[in-house]
């Protein structure tokens, strides 16, 4: 009887790499018998009667598939990345990509509990004056799914409020509509060639604290693209 599993979750993707870099031990669970029977997985004995996996050739047609797929999504959230960072500097501001910050949030026992943050671009106004600063972050999304497991993590996106006055979601044109993001957040849309303003995002005093500070400190802001490296020298 041929299996009626055509398509591969996510679960079943990781197994099968899992396998793919292993000496192939069976874990003998109901996933590994989904893939079996999807034929993506074959089953081998040694000499010694010992059992293993090797995944088939339909299995690694899948796997190079997904390897595509995930390159061209990250390449598409690289790029429109980029384009909000610039988008900040033609702005007037200073921008970060791939900062890692640290945001204090009230715990349930009434103590700070620390949680990890890695916006996609952070910035801030290029001012020396500290109230004028206004910091923003901006997250990107590019695939709905992407976008649907960030909203059911509210550690992060309070993380993110936390470490900024402004708060913005980037959606690739298509994948949401601005009623589905929260409220708290502003929304810009990601069009082939420009970003749309779907909702403004609320402005609220905030002044980056230590570790902000250190972090970025630590860090290099983004450069103009046409900028020479060499030029102060």
């Given at each position: 009887m041929a299996s009626s599993l055509s398509t591969p979750t996510?679960?079943?993707?990781?197994?099968?790499?899992?396998?793919?870099?292993?000496?192939?031990?069976?874990?003998?669970?109901?996933?590994e018998v989904e893939l079996l029977a999807a034929g993506w997985l074959e089953r081998l004995r040694d000499p010694d009667g010992r059992e293993r996996l090797r995944v088939t050739d339909t299995g690694i047609a899948?796997?190079?598939?997904s390897l595509q797929r995930n390159r061209a999504a990250r390449d598409a959230h690289e790029g429109l990345v980029q384009r909000v960072a610039l988008e900040?500097?033609?702005?007037?501001?200073i921008a970060w990509r791939g900062l890692t910050l640290r945001a204090g949030l009230p715990g349930d026992d009434g103590k700070v509990q620390w949680v990890q943050a890695m916006p996609d671009v952070f910035s801030i106004r290029h001012s020396t004056v500290e109230d004028y600063l206004e910091p923003a972050i901006h997250e990107i999304k590019v695939s709905r799914a992407d976008l649907l497991?960030?909203?059911?993590?509210p550690a992060k996106s309070a993380a993110y409020r936390a470490l900024?006055?402004?708060c913005w979601f980037v959606l690739k044109a298509g994948i949401a509509q601005p009623e589905e993001i929260p409220p708290e957040y502003g929304v810009l849309i990601g069009h082939d060639a420009h970003l749309e303003l779907a909702r403004p995002a609320p402005k609220?005093?905030?002044?980056?604290?230590f570790a902000t500070w250190l972090a970025l400190a630590r860090a290099t802001p983004e450069r103009w693209p046409d900028e020479d490296p060499q030029s102060s020298l």
């Open positions: 996510r679960i079943h993707l990781q197994r099968l790499r899992q396998i793919w870099r292993s000496a192939g031990w069976p874990c003998q669970d109901l996933v899948l796997l190079a598939d900040m500097q033609r702005a007037g501001r497991g960030e909203l059911r993590k900024c006055g402004q609220r005093p905030h002044k980056p604290d």
